[in-house]
C-alpha cells in the first residue's frame, strides 16, 4: 500500500504522521537535522535552501511555540513565511478549510504548515492537493487533534539519539496524558520503528487509552516502578481543561503520584535524561529542581525542534 507522504521514489513529500513511516526515512530525517543544528543555534546565519519559497503557517489552533520554532526555521533556509491566524479569518466567515486552501495555492504557495484542532485536516489536505494535481505543494502536520505531532515526535528522537546514541538498548519511560496526547503518540511510534529496546508508558488509568500495551508498550500506573532502570524520561504537559472533572482530582494529587521529583527519578539510571515538550506546568507534572537541573535536556530540545524543523521542510521542498 502505497503511503501518502512518500512519492513514487519513495521520497518525503508531506510530513502527516510518523505512524507507518519507514524507518531509513525517519533516520535520514535525522541525519539531515543534524548540520541544521550549528544553524538553529546562530552560528551559521541562513542557507539559501528555500529561497524563492512561501511556507504559509496555518494555525487553526493557538502554539505560539511551535509556530515560531517553524517560522525560524523556515526563514533560516530564506523562505518567504506568511503567518495567518485562521480562527478569526476566514473560518468565522464560513470559508471551508479546502476553500482557503485553494485560495493560497493561488497565491503560489509552496509548504503549508498545519495545526488544527480536528485529528486528519492535515491528511485531508494533503489528498486534496493530490487530487487536483498540486504534487508540488507541501503539507506539514504542526499537531492535530489528538492524533499526531510529527516534528515534536521527530525532535525528541533527536534529542535522544543525541544523548544516547543509539535506541536498540535503551528504555524509554513516557509519562502523563497518554490518552489526549498527540506528543506521546509521535514519539512511540518513532520509538518503536527505531527498534527501541522498551518503551513504558505511565500514568492514571483515567489518562491511559484502551489496549495501550497495542502500541507496542508496557503500561505502569506506578511511576516509581515504571522509572526503574530507565534511560529517558519524557514527562508529558498536562492540559489544565483535563485537570477538571472525573479523569483528575486536583493537579495537587497528580503531582503527589505522577509529577517527577528527584526523588522519584533517584528510580531511573543514573545517567538518565529528562525531557519535556514544553510550556511546562511547574508543580504539576515537573518539579522546577528537576526541571533546571544538570539531567535536564529539555532547553536543548527547543534548539533541536528547529534543526528538525529546518530537516523536514529542505526534503520534502527538494522531493517535488
Do not use: W
Amino acid at each position: 500500500m502505497h503511503n501518502p507522504q512518500l512519492n513514487a521514489r519513495g521520497e518525503l513529500t508531506h510530513l502527516l504522521t510518523l505512524e507507518g513511516l519507514p524507518p531509513d526515512v525517519i533516520r535520514t530525517i535525522l541525519d539531515t537535522a543534524h548540520p541544521f543544528v550549528s544553524i538553529a543555534e546562530r552560528e551559521v546565519k541562513k542557507v539559501p535552501l528555500l529561497r524563492g519559497k512561501a511556507v504559509f503557517n496555518l494555525f487553526f489552533e493557538n502554539s505560539t511555540r511551535t509556530r515560531t520554532t517553524f517560522e525560524i526555521a523556515a526563514k533560516r533556509l530564506s523562505a518567504d513565511v506568511i503567518n495567518l491566524n485562521i480562527g478569526s479569518s476566514s473560518a468565522s466567515k464560513g470559508e471551508t478549510l479546502l476553500d482557503t486552501i485553494d485560495n493560497l495555492v493561488a497565491m503560489d504557495a509552496d509548504i503549508f504548515v498545519v495545526r488544527h484542532s480536528q485529528s486528519g485536516a492535515p491528511h485531508l489536505i494533503a489528498q486534496h492537493l493530490t487530487a487536483h494535481g498540486r504534487k508540488h505543494v507541501h503539507v506539514v502536520n504542526a499537531g492535530d487533534g489528538r492524533h499526531a505531532h510529527p516534528t515534536q515526535g521527530l525532535l525528541d528522537l533527536y534529542t535522544i539519539r543525541h544523548y544516547k546514541k543509539s535506541f536498540r538498548d535503551l528504555t524509554v519511560a513516557v509519562v502523563g496524558d497518554i490518552l489526549h496526547s498527540r506528543v506521546a503518540r509521535s514519539l512511540i511510534h518513532g520509538l518503536t520503528t527505531l527498534g527501541t529496546a522498551e518503551v513504558r508508558a505511565i500514568g492514571p488509568r483515567t489518562l491511559m487509552p484502551e489496549r495501550v500495551e497495542a502500541l507496542g508498550v508496557r503500561m505502569f500506573t506506578d511511576m516509581r516502578l515504571g522509572l526503574a532502570g530507565c534511560d529517558v524520561v519524557v514527562m508529558l504537559r498536562l492540559q489544565s481543561e483535563r485537570m477538571k472533572g472525573a479523569l483528575l482530582p486536583s493537579p495537587g494529587e497528580y503531582f503527589q503520584y505522577y509529577g517527577l521529583t528527584q526523588e522519584k527519578l533517584a528510580q531511573a539510571k543514573p545517567d538518565a535524561i529528562v525531557m519535556h515538550p514544553g510550556p511546562m506546568n511547574r508543580g504539576v507534572e515537573i518539579d522546577s529542581p528537576v526541571a533546571d537541573g544538570e539531567r535536564s535536556v529539555i532547553l536543548p530540545q527547543v534548539t533541536f525542534g528547529i534543526a528538525v524543523r529546518m530537516a523536514v521542510m529542505s526534503m520534502i521542498a527538494s522531493a517535488a
